[in-house]
């Protein structure tokens, strides 16, 4: 820990300038210097980190979990593919090749859609009446 001039004490752990995230208890020491007057320049140079990153912990109210980025995947391709054509495991193959160079045996794609096909049948079967 080092003493600050203020007679505050700040943990000094990992603070290694381009370290990617600081550690909670540190985040939690910023939020407790702002609330004393601290600004964004001075825990930036304290802690070791970009402005932008501080401000970014205040703006949040401390840390938070890492939010994954919403894209699709390779499999929302495929699910979408085997609805629209019924099921057909070998046209959902052939688009692949076609469209993507993905070359796999239609046993493989078989496997990976069996649990799907569960799903088609139950809509099929819903529908009825």
């Known amino acids: 820990m080092m003493t600050m001039d203020s007679g505050h004490s700040v943990p000094r752990g990992s603070m290694t300038q381009g370290e990617e995230m600081l550690q909670p208890d540190e985040v939690a020491a910023m939020m407790r210097l702002h609330g004393i007057g601290w600004g964004a320049k001075r825990l930036a140079r304290e802690f070791g980190c970009a402005r932008n990153t501080v401000r970014r912990y ?57 649990g799907w096909r569960r799903e088609l049948k139950a809509q099929a079967r819903a529908r009825r009446r």
């Open 58 to 114: 205040l703006r949040q109210g401390g840390t938070t979990a890492f939010r994954q980025p919403a894209r699709r995947s390779a499999l929302d391709w495929l699910r979408e593919r085997f609805f629209r054509h019924g099921g057909n495991a070998d046209v959902i193959r052939q688009e692949l090749a076609a469209e993507h160079g993905v070359v796999l045996s239609l046993r493989h794609v078989e496997r990976r859609v069996a």
